[in-house]
């Protein structure tokens, strides 16, 4: 069963900095894509960041580029989140998945994305 579990978010200052983790389970972890994906008050989800399978290749989203770094563990089933530098904007609900997103299927045989609980990362001065 697909689980991820994100941790080491927190309420920091600009400026600052933060590592997050996300333990991964219930799939193939090494030959996927991984991302970590944010959604904050009023805005839809966005990918933040991804790395290939091995870990070879990562793209960023604009705004975060040069600030964050992901990288993984495939030994571990992890994936992980340097976020540098951090700006008020990058305020939200971290979340990591496989890119494209991970599907699970429900009782009633939808079949819908899977989402782990996430992190809540706060910055404010």
């Known amino acids: 069963q697909l689980q991820f579990v994100e941790s080491g978010g927190g309420s920091v200052q600009p400026g600052d900095s933060l590592r997050l983790s996300c333990a991964a389970s219930?799939?193939?972890?090494?030959?996927?894509?991984m991302a970590w994906y944010r959604r904050s008050p009023g805005k839809g989800r966005e990918l933040v960041a991804r790395v290939g399978s091995n870990g070879g290749v990562t793209n960023y989203a604009d705004s975060v580029k040069g600030r964050f770094t992901i990288s993984r563990d495939n030994d571990r089933n992890t994936v992980y989140l340097q976020m540098d530098s951090l700006k008020p904007e990058d305020t939200a609900v971290y979340y990591c998945?496989?890119?494209?997103?991970?599907?699970?299927?429900?009782?009633?045989?939808?079949?819908?994305?899977?989402w782990g609980q996430g992190t809540q990362v706060t910055v404010s001065s």
């Open positions: 219930g799939f193939a972890f090494s030959t996927v894509f």
């Open positions: 998945n496989a890119d494209p997103p991970l599907e699970e299927v429900l009782g009633n045989g939808r079949q819908v994305v899977y």
